[in-house]
């Protein structure tokens, strides 16, 4: 996937400003973006909940794919940064 950084780069070529002429946001925020508006998904949750799901197999004595998968959520949070504009601004 092409960074923030290069994203950011393609709108601007055109001469367009961001954030006055177009926002921009990313879906996969890094903390080496911090600048760029987006969502955290917090990966540091995924893989705590992906080992914690891999114990509770390891000690249910499971093994092999599950007859009945399961789906873990984790909640990302919101990132200001400043590629976006202020609402009503």
């Known amino acids: 996937l092409p960074s923030p950084e290069w994203v950011a780069n393609a709108l601007r070529s055109p001469g367009l400003r961001i954030p006055e002429d177009i926002g921009f946001c990313t879906f996969n925020w890094m903390p080496e973006h911090a600048e760029t508006s987006g969502v955290n998904q917090r990966f ?11 114990v509770a197999q390891f000690l249910r004595h499971e093994s092999g794919i599950p007859n009945s998968p399961r789906t873990t959520l984790t909640t ?4 200001p940064g400043n590629t976006l504009r202020k609402l009503g601004g």
């Open 76 to 79: 990302p949070i919101w990132v």
């Open 44 to 54: 540091e949750n995924i893989g705590a909940a992906a080992v914690d799901g891999v």
